[in-house]
């Protein structure tokens, strides 16, 4: 842990004088200074800590874990202490286990939406941009997302077996809807005011499609593709449950056959950087690409 | 310079279907703007008035009738007829200069007409605000970067569909006087759409007054007052009372 800052009150400041004697002098009502920012409050947290004031909760809650875990309170067959797990991840980085395993998981995400991409993303601007094409596509579509698509395993696994091919249909699945039902809304949803000016001022019906659908339509889409990373996370789970030899979900099954809570931790903080980082990637694409939005531009 | 368009609207009639119903909104219009005549369509709101413009932009055809620019049909839209909406209807993902450039642009002629967007631009006085996105714009600026959109497509008829109908009434006063002078300058055919009689005796040379829907034209005024003009001018002041009087909402003596 950090030392205080050498500003907080309670620690008197060099040469003897505390910060408090000066308000005794010089102030003659001491309720005059507005609570919150009055110096002279005690404080717990001082606001210099700023934005690691937020990290204090879950510091203090890991730290418990470990003081549990150590007297015996938690049962380290159940649970593994946080000191366990941090050598458990420790150990799986230095043999590079984790690197080889998040490799393959990573690979089953990516190809699964690569695919997810290239069905949804032209279904949707077909069924966006024609209503022969929504009438085509639409229903359709819509029939096979009432289907919770987790239900779909045994059947790609007769289809496709156990191996790769299923896991990678999986996160397919689970991503293209999204991408479809965001991009198709996102289309639909463009302004017809912005449309007739852009008439009124030549455009093709490429051109319409080119400057004024595709943009308009760009923000749902990338809410969509968030949500898709999101979901592909979810189906890669499940897939990699099933008969798997290689991966993050590999890592977790096996550890479970040996009573590793340790190792079954570490995977699930994989999963969840994972996450948070595919979030923080689709983010930053939001803030290139639709630098033009005031929400967007507000943001830090 | 480029001159303005003659417009002719013969006979036209329109209806919309609503509810399987036609609702008719439009009733046998018929008039001519002659070239770089200044046209304003004054009547009560809802009457049809904004029907027209589209119609003449050639966002809709007519139910009936026919619509002639410089003698021939209007059959889609055209640059040459630009219509500035009563909402800017700015692109939100494209800069201020961005939207001005958009017709040529579409036209493939972007290279050629830079210098005219420029200038288009600062007549408006949004100069030093080209690179800035539409909603870091005021409402006027937003109108007059629309304004400049239309203005670089060097149209021959410009068709202002309630243009300043939003904005702040100081802001109003200092866009209609920068119409004027714009008109007076470029010396287009204008169309404005207006429910505003101060605003229409103002800049129009002609006002046609339309009735309540479906809309028909039930006065063809000459405002035949020298330019620039004023406001307390007493010759519009008393068409002003004219106008009132023929929409029925004279002020009683």
Redesign the interface.
Known sequence: MAAPPLSHPSIPAPGGRSPWSFRMSGQSLAGAAPLGDAPSRFRLFPRRLGAARRFVAPVVLVLLWQLAAQAGLVSTRLLASPAAIATAAWQLIASGELAYHLAVSLRRVAIGLAIALGFAVPLGLLAGLSRLGEDLVDATLQMLRALPFLALVPLLILWLGIGEATKIALVALGAAFPIYLTLFGGIRGV?P??L?????????RA?LIR??VL??A?PQALVGLRYALGTAWLSLVVGEQINATAGIGYLVMDAREFLRTDIILVGLLVYALLGLGADQLVRFIEKAA?A???SVLGER | MVSGARLEVRGVSHAFALEKRALPVLQDIDFVAQPGEFVALLGPSGCGKSTLLRLVAGLEAPSEGRLLVDGAPVTGTDPSRTIMFQDPTLFPWRTVRGNAQLGPEARGTLAADAPRIEQALSLVGLASFAEAFPHQLSGGMAQRAALARALVNQPRLLMLDEPLGKLDSLTRLAMQRELAALWERERFTALLVTHDVEEAVLLADRVLVLSDRPARICADIRVDRPRPRRRDDAGLVALREEILALLGLAEAA
């Not at chain 1, 000016?197 to 030549?202: I, L, M, T």
């Open positions: 302004d005011k912005l007739e000016a852009g008439r009124v001022f030549g455009l093709s051109g400057h004024i943009p308009g760009l639709l033009w939005r005031p």
